[in-house]
């Protein structure tokens, strides 16, 4: 939760595809989308800038997770 935003989730799509490996993190630094971000902060504010990328990576995030190899929902 952020002041003036309230609820975010970009914090939980940003650990959430560094798990799964849709974003790259080495060390500090978060490389998304051709872009390399020099903190967590830095990578959360360039979710929530970028929508378009956001909604491609919790898209990819819900393949992945909920979709399985014949192309059918794991979970109803």
Do not use: W
């Amino acid at each position: 939760m952020q002041y003036g935003r309230g609820f975010c989730i970009e914090p939980e799509v940003l650990e959430l595809a560094c798990e799964h490996e849709v974003i790259l993190k080495e060390g500090g630094s978060y490389f998304i989308d051709g872009q390399v971000l020099n903190s967590r902060q830095d990578a959360e504010d360039y979710l929530a800038s970028n929508g378009d990328i956001l909604a491609k990576i919790v898209e990819t995030l819900r393949d992945q997770l909920f979709v399985n190899n014949n192309g059918q929902k794991k979970i109803d």
